[in-house]
T-cell receptor
Framework: NAGVTQTPKFQVLKTGQSMTLQCAQD?????MYWYRQDPGMGLRLIYY???????DKGEVPNGYNVSRLNKREFSLRLESAAPSQTSVYFC??????????FGQGTRLTVV | QKEVEQDPGPLSVPEGAIVSLNCTYS??????FMWYRQYSRKGPELLMY????GNKEDGRFTAQVDKSSKYISLFIRDSQPSDSATYLC???????????FGSGTRLSIRP
């Protein structure tokens, strides 16, 4: 019973490098989300996808791109990482907004 | 101005006390109001949700929504050390739209 799976769990990048954070859910949910969590800032929405084939910007989309590859997978790409993108990234999925399920998070450090 | 405001705390109370956690919001389109609990280094988990205005009770937890004041609350009765966590309020305009979180309140229950 995997739920929402994120890879990798930890990553260190150098400024300017690119990487893709992967997220997959096995609950057949339509909606998927990417959040970042910084101390004192709570969860801030980066991008979300209400259904396969659609994506929309959230509160803090700059510096990120997303791909809803299929119903199960929603990836987040950093094209040119910056120290300001050091954060914990959470992927979530839901069938209805009132119950979202979260992955275990990816701890990203950009040096 | 952020759409959802939440006092980040930290809040420390003795075991057995009644805890009150609160959020205010500015977007009158919000209809779904959720509370998530997040333990250290884990993803958030849904605690309870309320649709529109009113109260909802689940064991020691009570959620209240006052849409006229754009104010929501979570009460924890007979608080336990195991309730020590970060509590995040979250809101959505419809069952299929984006979910916006508050900054979270760190709660500590002293034995």
């Amino acid at each position: 019973n995997a739920g929402v799976t994120q890879t990798p769990k930890f990553q260190v990048l150098k400024t300017g490098q690119s990487m893709t954070l992967q997220c997959a859910q096995d609950m057949n949910h339509n909606s998927m989300y990417w959040y970042r969590q910084d101390p004192g800032m709570g969860l801030r929405l980066i991008y979300y996808s209400a259904s396969e084939g659609t994506t929309d910007k959230g509160e803090v989309p700059n510096g990120y791109n997303v791909s809803r590859l299929n119903k199960r997978e929603f990836s987040l790409r950093l094209e040119s990482a910056a120290p300001s993108q050091t954060s914990v990234y959470f992927c979530a999925s839901s069938e209805v907004a009132e119950e979202a399920f979260f992955g275990q998070g990816t701890r990203l450090t950009v040096v | 101005q952020k759409e959802v405001e939440q006092d980040p705390g930290p809040l420390s109370v003795p075991e057995g006390a009644i805890v009150s956690l609160n959020c205010t919001y500015s977007n009158s389109a919000f209809q779904y109001f959720m509370w998530y609990r997040q333990y250290s280094r884990k993803g958030p988990e849904l605690l309870m949700y309320t649709y529109s205005s009113g109260n909802k009770e689940d064991g020691r937890f009570t959620a209240q929504v006052d849409k006229s004041s754009k104010y929501i609350s979570l009460f924890i009765r007979d608080s336990q050390p195991s309730d020590s966590a970060t509590y995040l309020c979250a809101m959505s305009g419809s069952s299929a739209s984006k979910i916006i979180f508050g900054s979270g309140t760190r709660l500590s229950i002293r034995p």
